[in-house]
């Protein structure tokens, strides 16, 4: 029996050293992802394991339980029970921006709800894991012995698929923990080629093409230090708000309807939290709240009380439910088995530092493979050659080896190359099959030089990761999930705010407010109007029109460029409030003024945009060229020297235009007249105007109406269309008002219809609102009627129309007699500029 012995060991050393190891097994073996597949060592097998059992994406679904017990007894002996929700959670959509895994059956859901046991549900490997692996057995990764050496596993994938930014990854070793967000393919994929075409590309122009993390669950984030703090330092905080808008039921109350949640957040846990809120009245005026989400998506519905502050409590939701939520990023994974916090820029060098790496060893092996077949090629080219006298040499030789030694001493032959000719079937002696081993031969020799090539060229190898990258984006790339909206404590967005009509007025000297339409009520004719607007002695208003709070506004300026704004951006404010400079919403060149508003919804293919200037020149572009200006503005037109901007329309391609000059004249002519024509554009003449005279306004007929001029001494009149005949463009035009010195020059032109009003706006900021009814019909060559009083030096600046208010059951409509009423909203792109 032999003699045990002790041995004294300080136990601080002992705990140190064991703690240690335990501490970097944990962080190499569990917790934490390479940089270069960006996959912890059980996803790793997993994925391993699957493509061991040929889990393509087009092969049948199998068991999980099969899938987690060859894992388990191949490659990661932790037992079935720990691989399964690793598995799991490769499969769930929202966890995993791109999954690996396509799971059938319950694999659990965004509730917290468990997923099925793993005897009842099936997997296979998605495309982008089958990327993750491809070229896995090309020597292009090291492989070691597994657990118990009866099998080898690769150290790393090949990783073709940028998984580690795209994906993400969390987890919490000893001492240290990472948390990479999941970012968008077509970004990260963007970053890397300008990385690859330019490697001396600054850290900070990274961001450009990285925006943010892009959450699967979509949602909104609020600020943007913090995406840059962790891009650049590999530490930084993001704040994310679920994705709502507010809505109307049938009984004119509010909801607040939760489109998309926070990453990472329980939904039915920030119900219950919600519930809670409002049970301990820490949260006030919510009525109900219930869980309508469905297979088409989420939908969360908050039905508030009447009268309830919208904007208040969901502030309040905000700041007291996981509505709002924080997600800490730690750019942490392990490089050359060491863990790191990475920037940006160093995640991606690594990644491309590993595909350069495979593509070279890919190459390698392509090339030895290549030579190994090429060099057999030849030694059938010699059999061929020499058929007659190998054949007689093997058939006068004892045995096979014989015949090889034989070969190999009389023709020069290598062991490989004999034992091919030996193996060689009597069919390949065929005219056709000696000429296809001649054109594969050639073929090989064309292959080995490019290959070649490839491994002499840093270029070339530099080329094929950049194309590789490509094709992964076009493949596989979708639209940003998750909107960043730099203020982080801005309630200004369209998702909070009710898609309603809106008066939107720009003075002359460029400020501009909006408020209700039922700020105004409506008049008769020769009224004396209400105050619009507190104006300084040299301002007045110069512009006024009816947009949505959801519509873009596109300005026009006098010099032909177009500026981008959303209408709830501009600031609401009271009737005689003066608003906020225009300057500081857009930014305008020196010396320009804004001289047309158009209000629009989408920029469709099938809609244009026609100008016109003073100077009688008209372009048509289509719309869709207007669809993403710059914050600095972009030209729409290209005018001459002393000419301006006077309007804009936007049309179908199919109407009739009219364009009115100050002297009381105006031209009809079809819109098809005027081609299309891109942005830059000059345009065409659209009416010849004289020295003294220049146009004032225009009209695209739409609605079979009637037309309305209005001078600057108040004077107005209805004219039938059919007044105006149709001429080619180009010329002077006919008679639509006697302008004299008693009605003054023309001003302003309108379509309508007799269900229309007016808003008449002067200099001084005098606003009337009359029915269109109410107006004279009268011919062209006339004067036309008193429309509205003005005071002593006021005078009309513009003319606006507005949808007549619904009529009353006593057959007076609403809001007549001094009472508000309320304008109905206008065709998207039928609201008019008003022209100066």
């Known amino acids: 029996m032999s003699q045990e012995t002790v041995l004294p060991v300080r136990l601080a050393k002992e705990m140190k050293e064991s703690y240690l190891t335990y501490a970097m097994s944990v962080i190499i073996q569990r917790a934490l992802p ?36 060859d894992t388990s007894g191949n ?166 708000r679920a994705r709502t808008f507010v809505e109307t039921d049938k009984k004119d109350r509010e909801r607040i309807v939760i489109t998309e949640i926070p990453y990472q957040v329980n939904k039915s846990a920030l119900i219950e939290k919600i519930a809670s809120l409002v049970r301990e009245e820490s949260v006030e005026g919510i009525a109900d709240i219930r869980d309508e989400s469905d297979r088409k998506g989420m939908r969360i519905v908050i039905e508030l009380k009447k009268d309830a502050p919208t904007r208040v409590i969901l502030n309040q939701l905000f700041q007291r439910s996981q509505m709002q939520d924080t997600f800490g990023i730690s750019l942490l994974a392990l490089v050359g088995k060491k863990p790191r916090v990475l920037t940006l820029r160093e995640l991606l060098d690594e990644f491309i530092k590993h595909r350069h790496e495979i593509v070279r060893r890919r190459t390698a092996f392509d090339l030895a493979k290549a030579e190994a077949r090429a060099h057999i090629l030849e030694g059938l080219r010699v059999a061929i050659d020499h058929i007659d006298a190998i054949i007689e040499l093997i058939r006068s030789s004892p045995d096979p080896d014989t015949a090889r030694t034989g070969l190999m001493e009389r023709f020069s032959l290598s062991e490989k190359q004999a034992q091919a000719i030996l193996d060689m079937r009597l069919q390949r002696l065929t005219g056709l099959e000696r000429r296809k081993i001649e054109e594969e031969y050639l073929e090989l020799i064309k292959t080995i030089e490019n290959l070649k090539g490839i491994l002499a060229s840093e270029a070339r190898i530099r080329e094929i990761l950049k194309q590789e990258i490509l094709e992964t984006r076009e493949r596989f790339g979708d639209e940003r999930r998750t909107d960043i909206i730099d203020d982080i404590v801005s309630f200004d967005t369209e998702d909070l705010i009710a898609d309603e009509d809106m008066v939107i007025t720009i003075s002359h000297t460029g400020y501009i407010k909006r408020l209700p339409v039922g700020t105004y009520r409506k008049q008769h004719r020769g009224g004396r109007g209400i105050a619009g607007a507190a104006v300084k002695d040299d301002d007045f208003v110069e512009q006024l029109f009816i947009a949505s709070t959801h519509s873009y506004l596109l300005c026009f300026t006098d010099q032909g460029r177009c500026y981008w704004l959303k209408a709830h951006q501009v600031p609401q404010g009271a009737r005689t409030a003066r608003g906020k400079a225009i300057v500081n919403l857009v930014r305008l060149r020196e010396g320009e003024k804004i001289t047309a508003v158009v209000p629009v919804r989408e920029f469709r293919d099938d809609r244009f945009l026609v100008l016109a200037t003073r100077l009688g020149t008209i372009k048509k572009t289509p719309l869709s060229a207007f669809g993403n200006p710059r914050r600095v503005g972009i030209v729409a037109i290209t005018m001459e020297e002393g000419d301006r901007l006077i309007g804009a329309r936007v049309t179908d391609g199919n109407r009739e235009i009219v364009l009115a000059k100050a002297r009381g004249k105006a031209i009809r002519f079809h819109e098809k007249e005027v081609r299309a024509m891109g942005r830059a554009a000059k345009g065409v003449r659209g009416a010849t105007v004289d020295p003294d005279d220049e146009v004032i306004g225009m009209v695209t007929l739409e609605r079979n109406g009637s037309i309305v001029v209005v001078t600057e001494k108040g004077f107005g009149k209805r004219t039938t269309i059919d007044d105006y005949r149709v001429t080619r463009r180009g010329g002077k035009g006919v008679i639509t008002v006697k302008a004299s010195g008693r009605n003054g020059l023309l001003v302003g032109i309108r379509e309508v219809v007799d269900s229309d009003e007016l808003m008449i706006i002067t200099r001084n900021g005098i606003i009337l609102r009359l029915a269109v009814s109410g107006i004279s019909m009268l011919g062209r060559n006339t004067q036309g009627v008193k429309m509205i009083n003005l005071d002593e030096g006021d005078e009309v600046r513009a003319v606006v129309p507005v949808v007549r208010e619904e009529v009353e059951e006593d057959g007076e409509p609403e809001g007549g007699g001094g009472e508000e009423g309320t304008g109905a909203p206008t065709e998207d792109g039928r609201e008019d500029e008003g022209e100066g």
């Open 75 to 240: 490659y990661h002996p932790h037992g079935e029970q720990v691989i399964y929700p690793t598995l799991v959670r490769l499969a769930q959509p929202f966890n995993m921006r791109y999954p690996l895994v396509d799971g059938q059956g319950n694999f659990g859901s965004i509730d917290g709800d468990p997923p099925a046991a793993m005897r009842y549900t099936e997997a296979r490997m998605t495309a982008p894991a089958v990327l993750l692996l491809e070229d896995l057995e090309k020597d292009t990764v090291d492989f070691v012995p597994n657990y118990d050496e009866t099998k080898d596993e690769p150290v790393v994938l090949p990783g073709k698929f940028p998984n580690l930014l795209v994906n993400g990854c969390s987890g919490i070793a000893v001492g240290m923990a990472t948390s990479i967000p999941p970012h968008n393919l077509r970004e990260v994929a963007d970053a890397l080629v300008a990385l690859i075409e330019d490697p001396d590309l600054p850290d900070v122009a990274l961001l450009d093409y990285v925006k943010g993390p892009d959450f699967p669950t979509g949602g909104i984030i609020h600020g943007v230090e913090g995406i840059r703090s962790a891009y650049l330092t590999g530490q930084g905080r993001v704040t994310v």
């Open 34 to 69: 390479d940089v270069r597949d960006g996959l912890k060592p059980s996803q790793r097998r997993i994925l391993v394991a699957m493509n061991d059992l040929n889990l393509a994406p087009g092969s049948q679904h199998r068991k999980c339980a099969k899938i987690a017990g």
